[in-house]
């Protein structure tokens, strides 16, 4: 768990910050958290051999943001350490390029337009029909707040037990189940003919409280985190939840939902990315997971990885490890003095 001053100056950072893509993610506490000394910016990362890889760009505002970026990189290469940025965005490119680095584009995320989002028109025909369907069916839909009684939480773990089946939890980049962490989040639910929750997504966001002022809105998104439902779903049940969700986000004043990324979606990352892209439904359906996003007509984000010359392969074996063998829950933090590092911009030498 996160000690209370931790997530106090999470909370107060968010707050001024607003959320990003992977802010939620820090609540797993499988990653070490690492502060400029004024407490203005944050970055999390996981240490895998001499590898720290860090997930999306850190939190704060730019001009601490970009020293902190510096000041970590410089550290790294101070101890022999291969700094590594996962899921990045365009911001800090430039950034990362004078500091020696390269960046390719990894995927894409998908962001609805919560303000234009709508179901009128032809092209949403089929998901009217499903949501009526469902409805008439006896399925409706909730939101619900934390905290959350104990018979609440025995019930999503069921869901997401029954979901997973024999498949484990990832972690670092994807949210992964556990009573503490759903409870951090709001929950949308569809409820049974017979009253029973069948399925659920945890929101992240702009409201992680159970109280939210409607300014809050203004900050920016909300994520959808985990999607858990049942084998008692009817087919296109998650198609229902997330349109319910959009409308019901749009409404609270929310301006945009991320769907998450969509691995190797027009990926420059090796040139065997688009025949993997296409063809590699047996290891991992990537086209698939594109196409299902893409039906709700979001906008595309370029999401980027950025890493030392000369380390590429490695780096994502490592990274493909980390993400499929979730690390033991401990949360711990750093942070780095400015007068620790200086700010010199210095190339990185070709590293195996």
């Known amino acids: 768990m996160i000690d209370n001053l931790s997530e106090k100056r999470l909370k107060d950072l968010l707050k001024t910050c607003g959320h990003q893509s992977h802010s939620h993610l820090y609540y797993l506490c499988d990653k070490e958290w690492l502060w400029d000394s ?6 999390v990362y996981r240490s895998i051999g001499n590898r720290r890889i860090v997930l999306g760009d850190p939190i704060g505002k730019p001009a601490a943001v970009e020293r902190l970026i510096m000041q970590f990189i410089e550290e790294c290469s101070q101890n022999k350490r291969v700094p590594v940025f996962y899921q ?8 990362y390029k004078r500091l020696g680095m390269f960046s390719s584009k990894i995927g894409e995320e998908a962001q609805v337009d919560l303000a234009g989002f709508s179901l009128k028109g032809k092209q949403w025909l089929k998901l009217r029909n499903r949501m009526n ?18 018979s609440l939480l025995n019930r999503l773990e069921a869901i997401s037990d029954e979901w ?27 409820i049974g003919p017979s009253g029973q929750y069948e399925a659920f997504v945890s929101i992240a966001g702009g409201h992680s409280q159970s109280t939210r002022k409607k300014e809050d809105a203004a900050l920016g998104r909300i994520t ?10 009817p087919h296109g049940t998650m198609d229902v939840l997330f349109a319910s969700l959009f409308l019901w ?34 290891m991992y359906n990537f086209k698939g997971l594109y196409e299902y996003k893409n039906k709700f007509a979001p906008m595309w984000k370029d999401v980027y990885f ?5 380390t590429l392969p490695l780096n994502l074996a490592l990274l493909s490890l980390i993400i499929h063998r979730p690390k033991a829950q401990k949360h711990t933090q750093k942070h780095i003095a400015i007068s620790q590092v200086s700010e010199k911009v210095s190339p990185f030498k070709k590293r195996a």
Do not use: H, W
């Open 306 to 310: 950025v890493y030392p010359p000369g």
């Open 88 to 95: 990045t965005n365009a911001t800090y490119l430039s950034l």
């Open 249 to 282: 986000a749009q409404e609270q004043g929310y301006p945009m939902c991320s769907l998450g990324m969509a691995p190797l979606a027009n990926s420059n990352l090796f040139p065997a990315a688009g025949l993997l892209y296409r063809y590699g439904n047996k």
């Open 38 to 43: 004024r407490y203005e910016a944050l970055l």
């Open 133 to 150: 369907k469902s409805q008439r069916s006896g399925f409706t839909f909730e939101v619900m707040q934390p905290p959350y009684s104990d």
């Open 164 to 190: 997973l089946a024999n498949r484990k939890e990832k972690g670092f980049s994807v949210g992964s189940f556990s009573r503490a962490y759903v409870n951090q989040y709001p929950i949308a639910v569809l």
């Open 224 to 233: 959808i985190d985990l999607m858990r439902y049942t084998k008692a779903c």
